[in-house]
């Protein structure tokens, strides 16, 4: 089974900055489309950002569109997250899965191979 593991995450201020990893171990990242997806306490998940497989293209969020950006190292099998001018509404578990249809559609059904998630907190 693919398996995803996300790291990165810890507690920022508002304003401030964090870098999320996405990392496969026992297989390539190399030709699948990858999403960045949160749920915050109470709310159901939502997408936030997806990369294709090239990397040429990308999709976000309108909630973080400008804030956050999504990109890719295939050589080391890697898929970042880089968020900046982070808000306490930023606050949530954030999960890395695999696009199914590789189509960057940020519609939860889509993905699957979900990561463990890993847990940001976006307080002063």
């Known amino acids: 089974q693919l398996q995803l593991v996300e790291s990165g995450g810890g507690l920022v201020q508002p304003g401030g900055s964090l870098r999320l990893s996405c990392a496969a171990s026992?297989?390539?990242?190399?030709?699948?489309?990858i999403g960045w997806f949160r749920q915050a306490p109470g709310k159901e998940r939502e997408g936030v950002s997806c990369i294709s497989s090239s990397g040429s293209t990308t999709n976000y969020a309108d909630s973080v569109k400008g804030r956050f950006t999504i990109s890719r190292d295939n050589a080391k099998n890697t898929v970042y997250l880089q968020m900046n001018s982070l808000k306490a509404e930023d606050t949530a578990i954030y999960y890395c899965a695999i696009d199914r249809f590789n189509q960057c559609v940020l519609y939860e059904g889509a993905f699957t191979s979900w990561g463990q998630g890993t847990q940001v907190t976006v307080s002063s």
């Open positions: 026992r297989f390539t990242l190399n030709g699948y489309a």
